[in-house]
């Protein structure tokens, strides 16, 4: 068995942590969708005023997994962890890594004093949502619509 | 036609920002799911890190309405507007209000220099769901289904 850690993202991690975005990109079928600079990526995590936080899983000294998350602001529930992204690399999914990563954030959830957290998952990613249905006995909703507009 | 001012929210806001909240958790028909506590939600507005920001409609010294939002991070757009809620009171409704605090929004979000906003729209909420696309031209995509899990 290979040494893997789960440890906080660091500031060096960030190039490796954009490729692993790009990468989930390309999954969910939109992989001109990332427009964020690196630059603006390290500011907003390791700048004065972060406003994301993240974990990697480290498979011998390289980055094989992140999971990045912001706090949500619930005016019904108050302060939640929303689980941005989360992604193992291909070559070496189905070893039970996205469960040490998303076990790690109900822990720092429980820690920071979160009542709770959530995500987004798309309605065909099958394995994603029967990870979700699995190991979390978690309920996914299709009853509210996303909109957005960009500027 | 009466006075209608679009302010920004204050903290002697507060008190009045959660029954519109409960308001709106009944209209949504989850009249149960509020349990944040008025000084959670004043400690995060106004506290020394807040992590949400509001505009209400003052009709007359009352306040009628209400749009409040925090910062999502997106790993593919940076840092964009969340909107959580924008209420109009019952009884205040139909007579565009709710457009000025919309325009209002995107005012805000192209000063902070977010590229876009988003927000949820429960689908059988047919005025709210007419109301996007009329005047904003937005889609809403049901593509994605929500997770979350409670501590």
Redesign the interface.
Known sequence: MKDIIIRRAEKKDCARLMEL?QE??VYER?PD?????LE??VE?GFGPNP??WAFVCDVEGRVEGFA?Y??????????RM?L??ILITEKMRGKGLGKLLFDRL?EE??EKK???????????NEPA?NF?KKY?Q??????????????
């Open positions: 975005v989930l990109a939109a969708e990332v427009t964020v600079t603006h990526f907003s406003v994301w990045l912001y706090i949500r602001y619930s005016t019904w529930k108050g302060q929303y941005e992204d109900i959830a429980k979160f009542n709770g957290m959530m995500w987004q998952v798309l309605n065909w949502v979700y979390y978690a309920e996914l909703s299709s009853e509210w619509l996303n909109g957005s507009l960009n500027f």
